[in-house]
């Protein structure tokens, strides 16, 4: 019963004229966002984050929510028609979508990969329903021990799954701790690592950070070849667009498959949607009486990292909205927009801001049937965006990146840092550092150090405190066995033929 | 197999080894514990050994790594360091020449030179993305762009 008035008090918000507006700007950026290869959704939220400032934070959250899950739908048309991702999480989607587009079955392609995304999408959602409220009623008996625990152990399974290189994903991840520490400490109103800059006092925005690594970094990355997309003919229509029957029931397990298991590695932090595409893939083709057809072209292999990208999104909100724990550069971004509107992600977000949490699930409802009613027949109008000429995408992005800066701080010294994080981005692409652990770790940075000096208070300096309290302490002992886990060889050989797959 | 020297990896570690370095030294200058528990050089301290240890890690596991037999692309690194040096020149013109001719400038850039468009389209694409960025933000949307001697 209180979940069912909670989401009439959402469908109550959502359904505001103007919420359904920047829903509708989020679900359709986000399509763009996905469709073009090279632009992800943290680079498009932390652009857009900024001028949001002036919004109504629920109009806000949920134009940049629809932006996140939006991606994952649009991402689709770019691996059917190009076999190029348009976004990370659909590169298995390039091996039976593109397969079926030469074959001249692209409408049936795109057509199912927007039913799989929908259906999964909403059991996304519902998960979401479920399974926040009591998880925050759980995590309200957390202190400061324990916090910092879950903090350990979010980082470590970023740590764990960012890259090839658990060392460079580490360092990647400490650098991030110590850009947030940069500023003025509260407890004792010390500088530290300020470098004699005033403007430093009060820290490094993460909204500098986040655009300069996703954003400008992307922008240089892509400037690197200047090469030319070739489009596969989309069908007109909406009758080209729809699968045939035996495709749908062809697609039954895949639905199933991707709406579950995307459910439940979008809950763990760090794992994401592009490992979560690859599990319900092999799982599908596991199960499959025809595996041995996968990658020719099959409407199941398209179907099932479809659904699951799109379902791993409700998940990957149930740890940041009732814990504060992002597990991906996007969940950080978002974290870090609702602490810059004033709210405090965590066991108490969803008792203090009922409006805004029902309100964000009953739009994830009708931003996904927005996204079924666009993605079916709009297809073909989406696809342009690729004809966009990159001389003049790029400065725009640019342009809206220097914007987006100013307009927070008012301050050119955030500017000058957006060019030089934009660089410290690029190179970290060229020498495989990833980008997450360093985020992730300005994020957290600030509140894992608060967790930890409050918890020294309490046990007066002694470090036992952390491990005295039995769900700190396994949290911390599974923290330290993931980060020992490149010693076991095996388990370490796996998640090396994980990552490079 | 002969190892040889994983000079990408060396460079990285040394630079985040001297960053560590720096952390240390600043943390050690700030109270580690006082009456009211850790002060404000207990987590950088930490913080800057784990770096400082892991960058030992990988300098010295840089030097038994069998050198890749990928190539460095240095011409597509040099594309991208020149639009990178783009912006920050146009970052630094942002105070004297202001917002909207900055972006102009930089916009030509990309267009012409690093698109090789012809000089007449590269002029009129940094002229209406400019004058765009113009409109929408600080006309319409009220969103205040940084202005220079001409005013805009």
């Given at each position: 019963m209180e979940i069912l008035a909670g989401l009439m008090q959402g469908f109550a918000v959502a359904l505001q004229p103007a919420n359904l507006l920047w829903c509708l700007v989020g679900v359709v950026l986000g399509t763009v966002v996905g469709i073009m290869p090279g632009l992800g959704p943290p680079a498009t939220i932390a652009m857009l984050l900024p001028l949001t400032?002036?919004?109504?934070p629920a109009g806000a959250m949920i134009m940049l929510a629809g932006i996140y899950y939006g991606a994952k739908y649009g991402g689709s048309t770019t691996s059917i028609l190009l076999n190029v991702p348009g976004e990370s999480a659909s590169v298995v989607t390039c091996l039976d979508g593109y397969q079926m587009a030469r074959q001249g079955r692209a409408g049936a392609a795109l057509g199912i990969a927007a039913i799989a995304s929908f259906i999964a999408g909403t059991v996304g959602v519902l998960g979401l329903m479920l399974v926040a409220p009591p998880l925050a009623k759980v995590a309200l008996s957390f202190s400061s021990p324990e916090y910092f625990a879950l903090m350990a152990l979010g980082l470590a399974m970023v740590v764990l799954l960012a890259g090839r290189s658990m060392v460079k994903a580490l360092l990647a991840m400490l650098a991030g701790l110590w850009i947030a520490g940069i500023g003025t400490d509260l407890f004792s109103t010390t500088s530290r690592f300020t470098f004699g800059r005033m403007e430093l006092l009060s820290g490094v925005d993460f909204v500098v950070v986040a655009i300069g690594v996703f954003a400008i970094a992307e922008v240089l990355a892509n400037m690197e070849a200047r090469e030319e997309t070739r489009l596969l003919p989309v069908p007109k229509g909406l009758r080209n667009l729809l699968p045939t029957v035996q495709d749908l029931k062809d697609c039954r397990f895949a639905f199933a498959n991707g709406s579950v298991v995307g459910f439940l590695i979008g809950v763990l932090p760090g794992a994401g949607s592009t490992i979560a595409s690859f599990i319900s893939y092999g799982l599908e083709k596991a199960v499959s009486?025809?595996?041995?057809?996968?990658?020719?072209?099959?409407v199941e292999g398209v179907a099932a990292p479809e659904g699951v990208n799109n379902s791993e999104t409700g998940g990957a909100l149930v740890p940041l909205l009732t814990l504060g724990i992002p597990g991906s550069g996007t969940t950080a971004v978002l974290l870090a927009a609702l602490v810059l509107w004033g709210f405090k992600p965590g066991p108490l977000f969803i008792p203090e801001n009922p409006a805004l949490f029902w309100g964000l699930v009953a739009s994830m409802y009708i931003g996904n049937v927005m996204l079924l009613i666009l993605n079916l027949p709009l297809v073909p109008a989406f696809a342009q965006v690729l004809r966009a000429p990159a001389f003049v995408l790029y400065p725009v992005i640019l342009g809206i990146s220097i914007v987006g800066v100013y307009s927070a701080s008012g301050s050119l010294f955030d500017v000058a840092l957006l060019a030089a994080f934009g660089l410290l981005g690029y190179v970290m692409r060229k020498l495989d550092y990833p980008a997450a652990p360093l985020i992730l770790g300005l994020v957290l940075g600030g509140a894992m150090e608060r967790a930890l000096r409050q918890s020294l208070m309490m046990s007066e300096g002694s470090l036992s405190i952390l491990v005295a309290r039995p769900i700190s302490a396994v949290m911390l002992s599974l923290a330290l066995l993931i980060l020992l886990i490149p010693l076991f060889t095996k388990v370490n050989a796996w998640r090396l033929r994980a990552l490079d797959s | 197999m002969a190892r040889k020297f994983g000079a990408a990896d060396f460079y990285s570690g040394l630079v985040l080894a001297a960053l560590a370095t720096y952390i240390i030294v600043q943390a050690r200058q700030w109270e580690y514990l006082g009456p009211d528990g850790p002060g404000p050089g207990f987590f950088p301290l930490w913080y800057g050994i784990a770096m400082a240890a892991l960058s030992g890690v990988l300098v010295l596991s840089s030097a038994w790594r069998e050198k890749s037999a990928e190539r460095v692309e240095w011409q597509k690194i040099g594309r991208a360091l020149a639009v990178w040096f783009a912006l920050a020149v146009s970052v630094a013109a942002l105070k004297p020449l202001g917002f909207v001719a900055s972006f102009a400038a930089l916009t030509f850039f990309i267009a012409a030179?690093?698109?090789?468009?012809p000089l007449a389209l590269a002029a009129a694409v940094a002229a209406a993305s400019a004058a765009a960025f113009y409109v929408l933000f600080p006309l319409a949307l009220g969103v205040p762009l940084p202005a220079g001697v001409f005013g805009f």
């Open positions: 400032f002036l919004m109504n009486r025809r595996r041995e057809r996968f990658g020719t072209g099959v | 030179v690093m698109y090789r468009r």
